[in-house]
Structure formats: structure tokens, C-alpha cells
């Protein structure tokens, strides 16, 4: 295994647990709504956004993994 393969599979394994930290912590994050966080002080989900914000983080780790994958394909089928 070359050093550039090496390295994609480091990256590729730390995006992907970064996409099941980010997953994680969105669950938590709505496993402990209460209805106060329903109704913030501007009227405001303040849940809901730090849930979306999770979403957001989920979503690009999980493109990051898949962008590491494709590239460590590409690498492995020139060599």
C-alpha cells in the first residue's frame, strides 16, 4: 500500500466516524427536547437548530467519506 492510499484510508476512517459522532449527537440532541426548547426566547426552535446543525455536519462528513472512497478507488485501479 502506497502512503497516498494510506493516507486516503486514514481520512476516509476519520470522516466516517465523524458522520457517527455528528449522527450521534443530533439523536441526543432531540432525545432531550423539552418543550421550553420548543419555544425559545425569539420564538425560535433552539432544538431543532442545533439538530439541523448536526444534519449539516452529518451530511458533509458522510460526502467526505465518499469522496475519500472514490478517490482511494481511483488510486488502487491505476496502480
Do not use: E, H, W, Y
Request: proline share 1%; no cysteine; hydrophobic share 60%.
Amino acid at each position: 500500500m502506497t502512503l497516498m492510499q494510506t493516507f486516503l484510508t486514514v481520512l476516509l476512517i476519520l470522516a466516517a466516524i465523524g458522520a457517527v459522532v455528528a449522527l450521534i449527537r443530533g439523536i441526543t440532541i432531540f432525545l432531550r427536547t423539552t418543550a421550553a426548547d420548543l419555544k425559545g426566547p425569539d420564538g425560535m426552535n433552539m432544538s431543532g437548530v442545533r439538530q439541523n446543525k448536526m444534519m449539516r455536519m452529518r451530511i458533509l462528513f458522510q460526502a467526505l467519506a465518499v469522496i475519500f472512497a472514490v478517490l482511494l478507488l481511483l488510486l488502487k485501479r491505476s496502480s
